[in-house]
């Protein structure tokens, strides 16, 4: 018998963290954060958090925000929904864009945790205001210029107020700016009181405008969000070549981020492989009757990691996978592999699919019935080449070359080099974005990629 506390005995109750994201570089994400997501069965994330901080974790993710596309949670539902998931005695991690305690309604979604008796912690992220200010290098304080420091909201207009401090910073402005300085202006601060304006603040689009509060009121230019509108004279600090403007911008379209110095380089994600559209179907029918397959192939660490991720949805883990022979044809998707705890059998490194066959031949393995996840229609080749080596095949769609939200475009403006990772990127971008500016350089991961690369840009 072991004495068990009345807690212990109770059925398990999830645990819920309210975890801020940080103001959009990945990098600015802390240690913590990290920890409970990779800890996370669901996450629940805002608008401002860019869904490529998320690839790399395996729980679910449930969007929150406001896209037109995407329905639209209203805060009773959102705290609803994280409440549902934790009486699931699921890990939750409720996931907001800088810090979830400032202008985050980390507040409202504590207090329904504490009705229903959750447990929760919250983890501190860097505030869009400190992210602004590190990145556009305009300190919100400074001996002798500025001794205290405001955050305040710019929306609704009736909950604008002005602070008698120093150095005032105004979230949620983009619409309403000149309500802001309409109210500082006439709260008696002089008209050249120094205003700047950080637009995606820490993003490989960050833009600062700064001017006079006079100068800025006669300006008609509209403000994008995300933005800040910071007041004060510490803003004479600030300078047009900033640390951060300096630093180069690559377009990756995947492949290994290291080649990269971050010293000199911001690297902007992507995205040319997504999951939406996997054909769900197919998928259920694969994993009821797993036990049916000798083998799987992955081609590349993509179908690895989504085929885990139905796997697992599917209530299954490696244990399934005991009775296999798992091989694969990159590298990469072995190291991928190596992190669900498989070594595969084989790797089967040849460029090309010709001589697959050939290498599989060489391993004896003939006779098998492969399971090939991939993406839609790009298997074909190498279907063919496992049935040629004598093996029954089923291509399963685990993920799709999917279209981009337009949302998530890129803005070329900001980019001085793409890499492209793989033939299939160069056409997806090609898709998508057509030309490439001729300012843009361009680096192929390989000779084929380069092939593509003319022959779709003719260059
Ligand atoms: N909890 C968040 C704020 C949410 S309110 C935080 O601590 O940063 C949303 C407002 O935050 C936006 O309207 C904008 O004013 C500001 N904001 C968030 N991220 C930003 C960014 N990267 N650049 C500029 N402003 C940002």
């Not at 669900?340 to 019935?369: A, F, H, R, V």
């Not at 001085?416 to 974005?433: G, H, M, N, Q, T």
Request: with cysteine.
């Amino acid at each position: 018998m072991t004495d068990r506390t009345p807690a212990e005995q109770a059925p398990r109750k999830g645990y819920v963290y309210i975890a801020g994201a940080g103001p959009g570089d990945p990098e600015l994400m802390t240690i913590k954060a990290d920890r409970a997501l990779r800890e996370a069965d669901v996450i629940l994330f805002d608008d401002l958090v860019l869904p490529q901080m998320l690839e790399a974790y395996k729980a679910e993710k449930i969007y929150t925000g406001k896209r037109k596309d995407a329905h639209h949670f209203a805060q009773d539902e959102i705290n609803q929904e994280i409440v549902r998931h934790a009486l699931l005695g699921k890990t939750v991690v409720r996931l907001k864009g800088g810090d979830p305690f400032i202008f985050g309604r980390g507040g409202e979604e504590i207090e329904t945790l504490r009705q229903h008796g959750i447990d929760y912690e919250i983890i501190p992220g860097i505030t869009a205001a400190h992210g602004a200010s590190a990145y556009s290098e305009i300190p919100l304080t400074m001996r002798k210029v500025s001794s205290s420091v405001a955050f305040c909201t710019g929306h609704p207009v009736n909950k604008i107020q002005v602070p008698d401090t120093d150095t005032i910073v105004y979230y949620m402005v983009a619409s309403n700016v000149h309500d802001v300085l309409d109210k500082v202006a006439a709260s008696g601060r002089s008209g050249e009181t120094m205003v700047a304006v950080v637009q995606n603040a820490t993003r490989y689009n960050q833009r600062v405008f700064t001017g006079t509060l006079d100068e800025f009121r006669k300006r008609e230019r509209a403000v994008y969000s995300p933005a800040l509108l910071i007041i004060g004279q510490n803003i004479n600090q600030y300078i047009e070549q900033t640390w951060y403007s300096r630093k180069k911008k690559v377009l990756m379209t995947g492949g290994d981020v290291k080649k990269y110095d971050p010293a000199n380089w911001i690297t902007v994600h992507f995205p040319c492989r997504q999951v939406a559209g996997a054909d769900l179907d197919a998928v259920k029918r694969c994993m009821g009757k797993i036990d049916d397959f000798s083998m799987l192939f992955f081609q590349n660490r993509f179908a690895v990691t989504y085929f885990f991720k139905y796997l697992f949805e599917h209530g299954k883990d490696v244990r399934h996978l005991a009775h296999m022979t798992i091989c694969t044809s990159s590298r990469t998707a072995a190291s991928e592999l190596l992190e669900y705890g498989i070594i595969p059998d084989c790797c089967l490194e040849s460029e090309g699919s010709s001589t697959i066959s050939g290498l599989l031949g060489k391993e004896g393995l003939t006779g098998q019935n492969i399971l090939l996840p991939g993406a839609e229609n790009v298997d074909e080749a190498v279907s063919a080449e496992l049935k040629s080596a004598g093996n029954s095949v089923t291509p399963l769609t685990v993920y799709v070359h999917g279209a981009q939200d337009k949302g998530d475009a890129i803005d070329l403006d900001f980019i001085d080099e793409i890499y492209f990772a793989s033939p299939a990127c160069v056409r997806k971008f090609r898709e998508l974005y057509g030309e490439i500016p001729a300012r843009i350089t361009v680096a192929p991961a390989d000779a084929n990629t380069r092939e593509e690369y003319s022959r779709l840009f003719g260059a």
